[in-house]
């Protein structure tokens, strides 16, 4: 009896094999490229969403310091129904505080024959203590506040630089204390029973526009009249490295509203010098968080200074 051994054969069967080193080197690879490039996209975005919010906060700071320096322009020289500006004629005007009198930001007279509300303070004569300045300062001064006869400290600071108006007297009082005596505030201004209606207590407001350093700070600071003295800085706009300022008067004011000979119009002059009162002061700003030879430009009115539209009041 023969017997016959027979061995059945499995076809296709492999042994498992794991990745080789060169698949695993490929996928590591791969993996640190797509982790590169996520992570680059990450920071590019981040980036410039930080730049975007820096330029954005830099524009926010650029439009308030604008709105500043057009709202004092605008408020120059202006004392409720005494006007600070242009030739002082048959004005009356008493600087009785001898602390703030001699101070070229200060005083009210700058020049007898053309009062002036807006001044420019060389760099190297404005020194508030601390304070590095890199341009000249820009200066506003007006009355704030609404002191009458009768309410005579409403919206007025007690022991906060003071001055008294009527429409012909402008009186910075030697003490800056609101008077009890009413009587005597008439007596002062010299105003009859009929004038009671002119006089106004007001709180002298001197404001200064200025780039420079503090405390290893730069930028734009506006500086404010506090007692008898600068108050400290309030930054307005980071790093910015200087400013220079540029004033446009206005000549030849024609004597018809609509001449017919187009050469009696009036005329513009530019000049980066302030002699008299401008109808518009350009403030060019440079430097920035973003460019530092990026010029940014502020515009003001200067109301009463367009002496041809007569708007002195």
Known sequence: MKMHLSSSHIAGKHSQQGFSLIEFAVASILSLLVLVAVSTGYFTARTLNTAADTRLKFQQDLRNAANMVVRDARMAGGFGCFSLIGEKDGKVIHDRNTSTSGSEAFKLENNPSNLMPVRAIARSNFRPAGFSASSDA???MYGSGSGRIGSID??????QPLIFSSCNTLVRPANDTIPSDESALKTTLGVS??????????????NAYVTGSINGQSGLFRFQLSGNDWSSPQLLIKDVTGANFRYTYVNNCPEEILPKDKTKFERFEYSPNLTRMPALIQMNLSGGAQDQNQIYTINASVRGGNSCANRTL
């Open 193 to 206: 029973d009929l004038q009671l209606s002119e006089i106004m207590v007001m709180n002298y407001t001197v």
């Open 154 to 159: 409403r919206g007025v600071s007690n022991n």
């Open 138 to 140: 820009l200066i506003f």
